[in-house]
């Protein structure tokens, strides 16, 4: 089945320095959707990418999807300690050109701010 | 306007025991998804439902079943339960399936934990 590989597993960054976290499939993606989740929360939608090679933009966070569909990145800013949580890419696979409703996500990134 | 509801909110159980999780989405929201996430991973995909329909299924044996009642809420049920179905069972709504009509808006969640 699809899977998606996300990276780092952990950062620990103090407040103020930059924050990345890479998704990588194996396997073409229809889109692929951001998601936050804060210590005991839920995951909350972030954004979500459809283009090939598309760039968005949420204030401090800059989303990528890769020109061949098969990575995305999410790249954050002079981090805060809001910024603190679990970064989740989850994809769909690109199947015939049908968009199907299963999501499956990374392992996430647990994101430590230091004050 | 009200976000997606989950009930109950923890259960204890013990192993062979069923379980009925409950959600209701976001009004106007024609799917539902359930998955499941373990401590340290990201959501699993269990099931998505649309319009009554099953449209997905994820890699789960068949004690794991679900269903769509004609308001849209959904219920998941878990047989013959093992220590390893321990987890918390999320539940998202989305407008569909596909494209940007399947941003998913999570429940706060039900925390299973079986003895």
């Known amino acids: 089945g699809q899977q998606v590989m996300q990276i780092p597993q952990y950062q620990h960054v103090q407040e103020g320095e930059d924050f990345t976290t890479y998704c990588n499939s194996s396997?073409?993606?229809?889109?692929i959707q951001w998601y936050k989740q804060r210590p005991g929360g839920h995951p909350v939608f972030l954004i979500q990418l459809v283009k090939s090679g598309e760039v968005k933009k949420q204030k401090r966070l800059t989303f990528q999807f890769g020109e061949a569909k098969k990575n995305s990145s999410l790249h954050i800013t002079a981090t805060q300690t809001t910024d603190v949580g679990t970064y989740f890419c989850a994809a769909t696979a690109n199947a015939g050109g049908t968009s199907y409703g299963k999501l499956t996500f990374g392992q996430g990134t647990i994101l430590t701010v230091h004050p | 306007d009200a976000g997606v509801t989950q009930s109950p909110t923890h259960l204890i159980k013990t192993r062979g025991q069923q379980v009925t999780l409950r959600c209701s989405p976001i009004?106007?929201?024609?799917?539902v998804s359930w998955y499941q996430q373990v401590l340290g991973q990201g959501p699993q995909f269990i099931f998505q439902y649309y319009e009554k329909e099953e449209r997905g299924r994820g890699n789960f044996p068949d004690r794991f079943s679900a269903r769509q009642f004609p308001n849209y809420s959904s219920e998941l049920n878990v047989n013959a339960l093992l220590l390893g179905d321990s987890a918390l069972y999320l539940c998202?709504?989305?407008?569909?399936?596909?494209?940007?009509?399947?941003?998913?808006?999570f429940g706060p969640g039900t925390r299973l934990t079986v003895l």
């Open positions: 396997t073409t993606l229809s889109n």
């Open positions: 998202a709504s989305s407008r569909g399936t596909s494209g940007s009509y399947n941003e998913q808006f």
């Open positions: 009004s106007g929201h024609k799917s």
